[in-house]
């Protein structure tokens, strides 16, 4: 009697691929953006300044999105706050946000959104 080793390899999934889009009260307006951050201030209460100002333009004119494509977080974004601010909470909400709206789009295409009683975040 021959015996024969099976070599067993780590299984592979095939998953569908999911991009998030946020709602369409986050997209901004690249250049109302840029002149918006004039009214941003620093904690110290002072205005933002114009090296700032003019760094904020230069990145967003060489980042390469479309003057209209792209997204920011309600905590930064110039239409719902006058006073942008970052911290750790907002960037859990932002990640939370992002990351769960992608894999609850991703067990919905598999049906698996079901198998786990809805969502995930």
């Not at 909400?93 to 198998?115: F, I, N, Q």
Request: glycine fraction near 10%; hydrophobic fraction near 35%; proline fraction near 5%.
């Amino acid at each position: 009697m021959r015996q024969t080793k099976t070599v067993l390899r780590d299984p592979v999934f095939m998953v569908d691929f999911s991009v998030f889009k946020p709602e369409d009260e986050l997209r901004i307006n690249l250049n109302q953006c840029a002149d918006s951050c004039w009214k941003w201030r620093h904690p110290d209460g002072e205005c933002v300044s114009q090296d700032t100002h003019e760094f904020v333009k230069k990145v967003f004119e060489k980042s390469g999105i479309d003057n209209n494509g792209s997204y920011l977080p309600k905590n930064l974004h110039p239409q719902h706050t006058q006073d942008p601010h970052g911290g750790q909470d907002e960037s859990f909400a932002e990640a939370r946000l992002v990351m769960g709206g992608a894999v609850e789009d991703l067990l919905r295409k598999t049906g698996e959104a079901a198998a786990l009683g809805g969502g995930v975040a």
